[in-house]
């Protein structure tokens, strides 16, 4: 394969990941801040623990820091509810992303190594179908636990295994 080829090629595989990477994120945008926590909700100094509630904060308590003297012992986290559910939101959508992302990676590496008889589009495509699992598996990873991120990683190294394995034997068939 000459230069020119893998250049092509690798051109292939990082336009396959932007295609994908933006066509999730057209389709299934990302959790917004704004749309759960709006702007500051008021410009006022909160130092007691029922105003803060009253404007749906929540009261947390210094515990690094002596507080100065007659002043407030806390201070309120004005979002901190709206950040814990656009947490949860981003949870929920990473895990959708890697469910979507996984499928896609695959068909797309079966579809580079199946139907494209030129082996630059061939690589470039397969290449690309790796990059969208990586980029689904790395939505998900900083949420899963261990046991989940070894069953995954473990489950695709078989499976890729396989893949060559048969793959390469249908080819030497065809030779």
Known sequence: MDIKNIVIGVAIIILTIFVTFYGINTFYPKPNYDDFCGEIKTQEVINSLERCEEIGGKWGVYESVRPVEGGAEGFCDRD??????LEDARKIRSRNVFLIALPLGIMIIVFGAFVFG???VGAGLMGGGVGTLIYGAGAYWPYSENWIRFAISLLGLMVLIWFAYWFNKKMEKKK
């Open 80 to 85: 901190y509810y709206c950040r814990q559910d």
């Open 118 to 120: 030129l082996e630059t």
